[in-house]
């Protein structure tokens, strides 16, 4: 441990912009544990090199990502909120654990399959060995919890093999992380298709909601929600499509699954859409204003990105030190 506070880590990538689903997901719960962890949360602008970017998009994209963190109500003057790119050591223990992590353990990695499907023509070596630069990414921190999408499971779970079997090797170094995965918010379903995640890549515009989207773009994308046959709005596995968006209206209502259904007996599929989509829009109107606000500020935004890049490199560096000492090896003249 590297103090006797809990440490919360987690990171997103710096590609498009933020969907409902990364943001019910993810980030929403990272906001809820900055009270009661110390936070580190990055900007995984290198993991977003696996796929080819346009260099210009991807600097804005990494900047407004950095904005929307501090909009969706983490203070980065509490929560240690960092480009990935700007503290080295991230890549130097990422070269390290790939000499400890197997080929096959990355071969299971579904991600790695539904990536490489999606990008047949760029299937590197990043996009192979993502994990390992994700579990460096988490390690470095000596995290505890890990506040992921359950689409980031497995990831965690080879994190904590790596972090195991490196401590067997060299005696206590990393600590091992658990994820932390919200019930309903786990996985938030494509709006045009119930049986896949919501996706900041879809080719279809009306699958996903963005935390950039207007209130009329909003609510015309749960009015054109693919639902299930029936009127019914009821929680049920067989219809996976009214399930999805109950699942979101509860969490940004905060009403149960019960109150939901009794709220809208008796009415049809069109008012119920319609409801989700006003509660989502009044949900993300403010963190809107607030990203509005702040993208004004920049000379305030650059001064938080130096103090926290820097506080992000020397708890990073304390851990890297200990693991290159341990492997073997020399340490570097102070
Ligand atoms: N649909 C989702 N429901 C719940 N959580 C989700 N996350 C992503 N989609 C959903 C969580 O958001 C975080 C961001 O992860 P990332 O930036 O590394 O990208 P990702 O998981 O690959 O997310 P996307 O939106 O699907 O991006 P693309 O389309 O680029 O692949 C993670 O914690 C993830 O679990």
């Known amino acids: ?6 440490v919360s880590y987690s990171a997103m990538q710096s590609t498009g912009t933020l969907t409902l689903g990364n943001y019910l997901g993810a980030l929403d719960n990272w906001v809820k544990l900055a009270d009661e962890y110390m936070t580190f949360y990055a900007i995984a602008d290198l993991h977003s090199l696996t796929v080819r970017q346009n260099p210009a998009d ?4 990494a900047r407004d990502l950095y904005t929307l963190y501090a909009a969706a109500g983490l203070d980065p003057e509490e929560n240690c909120i960092y480009f990935q790119s700007h503290v080295s050591a991230h890549a130097e223990l990422a070269w390290i654990l790939n000499c400890f992590t197997y080929m096959g353990e990355l071969n299971r990695m579904t991600q790695f399959k539904d990536k490489s499907s999606k990008n047949a023509d760029n299937i590197n070596a990043g996009l192979f060995t993502y994990p390992v630069l994700m579990a460096s990414d988490i390690l470095l921190y000596q995290a505890d919890v890990v506040p992921v999408g359950a689409d980031q499971k497995q990831h965690l779970e080879i994190t904590r093999d790596i972090a195991e079997r490196f401590n067997n090797i060299y005696s206590e170094t990393f600590t091992v992380p658990e994820p932390y995965i919200g019930e309903a918010t786990a996985k938030i379903m494509s709006l045009q298709d119930p049986e896949k995640k919501m996706s900041k890549s ?3 515009p009306n699958a996903s909601v963005f935390l950039m989207d207007d209130k009329d773009t909003i609510i ?4 054109r929600a693919i ?3 029936g009127s019914e709005i009821v929680y049920s596995d067989d219809k996976p499509g009214i399930q999805n968006l109950i699942n979101i209206y509860s969490c940004v209502t905060k ?9 809208f007996a008796g009415k049809g599929y069109g008012d119920f859409k319609m409801a989700v989509g006003e509660a989502v829009a009044a949900r993300i109107e403010p963190i809107q204003q607030k990203f509005n606000e702040l993208q004004k500020d920049k000379e305030y935004i650059e001064k938080l990105i ?10 990073a560096n304390k851990t890297l030190r200990k693991v290159k000492k341990k492997v073997g090896l020399i340490e570097r003249p102070r």
């Open 1 to 6: 441990m590297l103090n006797d506070e809990k």
């Open 58 to 61: 991807l600097r804005k994209s």
């Open 202 to 204: 879809d080719d279809n």
């Open 220 to 223: 015309r994308k749960f009015k």
């Open 227 to 229: 639902t299930d046959s």
């Open 255 to 263: 009403k149960s699954v019960e109150e939901i259904e009794k709220e």
């Open 306 to 315: 130096k103090e926290n890049d820097e506080k992000a490199e020397y708890f």
